[in-house]
Structure formats: C-alpha cells, structure tokens
C-alpha cells in the first residue's frame, strides 16, 4: 500500500476517533488512541505483514510465498543462530524500488523483531503480542 494510502486511512482514523470520543480538533490523536487501545493503521498492517511470514514459516501459505519469502538456511549450508528465522533479502535496486516492495518492507519487519517473537508456536499469540508491543510503543511515544 502506498504511503499517500496508508496517510489518507490514518486521517479517517483520527477522525473516527474525534467522532467516537466527542473530541475538539486541536486535541493530540496520541490521547485519543491510547484512550481507545487503537494503534495507527500502518501498525496493523505491519503487524498482517508480519503474521503473514509467521505463517509461510510454518508452511501454511501459498506456494508462490515460498518462492518470494525464503527462509536463510535455504540459501546457504552455515548454521548461524537464526539461520531458520531470519528471511533472505534478495536485492533490489534503492534508486526505483527502495525497499517499498511487501518482500523488502516485510523481511525488515520479520527480521527486527526479537527472537522471543520469532519463535512463538501460536499465530494468534504473535498477533497478540505484536498488538500490545506496538500499543506499549506508542503509549511511551508522545507523537507520532
């Protein structure tokens, strides 16, 4: 989804949350999400992003995942320490593409996330915890 996209949803977002909360305009929309338990729509499509290679991990996606989302133990025989939860970035070129494409955007998502994370053996539990860290997140955070 495109930047322009995702910043005209966030807008309805606030907006909705103005409506629902009985809010004035100039109120920070950090307050009103915290007050709700919302996070930003980016953040839930991130936290999609991320189920979505939770499950090609777990083998339950389609075939043309498998060959988009590759796992680093298939392209090399060292055995590291996340060899099987880190993801292959294959390359791609910054000057046209620069890193927006779901395979680039998702495979820094997966692979920055920590390791407890990684390897949690339910996928409505990584939901879960994917939903509160970014909810904790912003609740630290004054802006956003």
């Not at 060292?78 to 495979?107: I, K």
Request: with cysteine; proline share 3%; net charge positive.
């Amino acid at each position: 989804m495109s930047k322009a996209n995702l910043d005209s949803i966030l807008r309805l977002q606030k907006r909705t949350a103005r409506v629902i909360l009985n809010a004035p305009f100039n109120l920070r929309s950090v307050d009103l999400f915290n007050t709700l338990n919302w996070i930003p729509f980016y953040m839930e499509s991130h936290i999609n992003q991320t189920a979505l290679i939770y499950k090609r991990l777990q083998g339950k996606t389609l075939n043309y995942l498998n060959e988009l989302l590759v796992i680093n133990s298939n392209t090399h025989t060292r055995n590291t320490r996340y060899c099987n939860l880190n993801l292959f970035c294959p390359r791609y070129s910054y000057a046209t593409e620069g890193g927006r494409s779901f395979t680039v955007g998702s495979f820094r998502d997966w692979n920055s996330l920590p390791r407890s994370l990684r390897i949690l053996d339910s996928y409505s539990r990584l939901k879960t915890r994917l939903f509160k860290k970014f909810l904790v997140t912003q609740k630290k955070d004054l802006s956003f």
